[in-house]
């Protein structure tokens, strides 16, 4: 079946360090691919998506390509601030008789020391 | 502009108890609804999606169970809560192919 596979952490950068964030998939089909990010005691926020191979999705200074050969979908920041410390979730969308399902990696706790 | 809201934010419930936690979306028709959990250190787990007012499908077999008695009301329940049904409940619908959530329900049982 279809999964996600994130890098564990956490992750402890200090400010203004590039951030790197694997994530890798499996899926039969073409899934649109996801990262959500987690304040503390929040929900889920969309931070950026990518529908199709070789989409980059950007938004507040993160990127991640959308690599259908090594199934990846790695996130990257090239300068991390200490209010980027949160929780990082890779998803990936898959249909089942017209109906949307999400898989969510474990989630990559990142924190960013000033 | 579409808008989803849960409550209550913060439960505080001894096992055995009963559980209801609600979910209303605002400014769609007929959405897709989930319910998630968020064990403590864990990831998410998908409970419960609806794709209309009382189709209800389950994930994973458990002790909850969930109603959509309107079409932007999405209701999680037990009967009986364990302790092991504690942590964050997310609720959550899909706008195209994207998907949003609510605040969340932080639960502990004691």
């Known amino acids: 079946g279809n999964s996600v596979t994130q890098m564990e952490g956490p992750v402890t950068l200090s400010e203004e360090a590039f951030l790197t964030i694997n994530c890798t998939y499996t899926a039969t089909g073409y899934p649109s691919l996801f990262w959500y990010v987690q304040y503390p005691g929040e929900g889920l926020q969309l931070l950026l998506k990518a529908t199709k191979a070789d989409d980059k999705g950007s938004n507040k200074g993160f990127e991640a390509t959308y690599r259908k050969e090594t199934t990846s979908f790695h996130l990257e920041k090239g300068s991390v601030q200490v209010s980027d410390s949160a929780v990082y979730f890779c998803?990936?969308?898959?249909?089942?008789?017209?109906?949307?399902?999400?898989?969510f990696g474990t989630g990559t706790r990142l924190k960013v020391l000033a | 502009s579409q808008t989803i809201h849960q409550w209550p934010a913060t439960l505080v419930q001894p096992v055995g108890s009963p559980l209801s936690l609600e979910c209303t979306v605002e400014?769609?028709?007929?959405?897709?609804l989930y319910w998630y959990r968020q064990a403590a250190g864990r990831g998410l787990q998908l409970l419960f999606y609806?794709?209309?007012?009382?189709?209800i499908s389950s994930e994973v077999p458990q002790n909850l169970s969930a109603s959509r008695p309107q079409d932007r009301q999405f209701i999680l329940s037990s009967k009986k809560l364990l302790l092991s049904d504690s942590g964050f409940y997310l609720c959550?619908?899909?706008?195209?192919?994207?998907?949003?959530f609510g605040e969340g329900s932080w639960l502990t049982v004691v």
């Open positions: 959550a619908w899909i706008s195209g192919n994207t998907i949003y």
């Open positions: 400014g769609t028709s007929n959405p897709n």
């Open positions: 609806s794709v209309g007012i009382g189709q």
């Open positions: 998803a990936l969308t898959s249909t089942t008789s017209g109906t949307y399902k999400y898989i």
